[in-house]
């Protein structure tokens, strides 16, 4: 199986070989990859190279005045750099944690962080959230796992594991 960036890779090289045919075929992947500015960069530069390939004008035309892809960053830093991350079944609320034992908890509709905790002498390394959104599960580097109550904060540890909690399925 070949990944997307592969492919692109893979027609990067095509396109320095063959600019007409491999602008053309980059152009359509990013096309359907949802990037649209891309898309139209490489079908201008197609364009001027064969004005009237019917082809190149109807893709064009398709992503002309399509938005950019969508990117959202969430408004807060941590402060250290970001571990885990984990999202609840419904999508609504997404977790981060650092390696300073910060973890954040937002509203992914508005952007907002609604609670900051700080785990002391505890470092997120997997987040995992139970299948009714309401119990987060931290794994770290200490040999014990910890389960927080989303809506209270309040949690407990659980001890036991031979090694470091590293993933989480």
Known sequence: ????????????????????????????????????????????????????????????????????????????????????LALTPDGTTGVSADGAGGVRIWDLPTGECRQELHLDTYRAKTLAVRDDGRVLVVGGDTRRALALDFETATGFELPGHPSWCSRSR
Do not use: C, K, N
């Open 1 to 84: 199986m070949i990944t997307d960036a592969e492919l692109v890779d893979e027609l990067e090289s095509v396109r320095f070989g063959d600019p007409d045919d491999g602008t053309y075929l980059l152009a359509l992947v990013h096309r359907e990859r949802g990037d649209a500015p891309a898309a139209a960069e490489l079908l201008r530069d197609a364009s001027t190279r064969m004005p009237h390939d019917p082809q190149i004008a109807a893709a064009l035309a398709s992503v002309q005045d399509a938005p950019a892809p969508a990117q959202w960053v969430l408004p807060g830093e941590h402060d250290d750099p970001i571990t885990a």
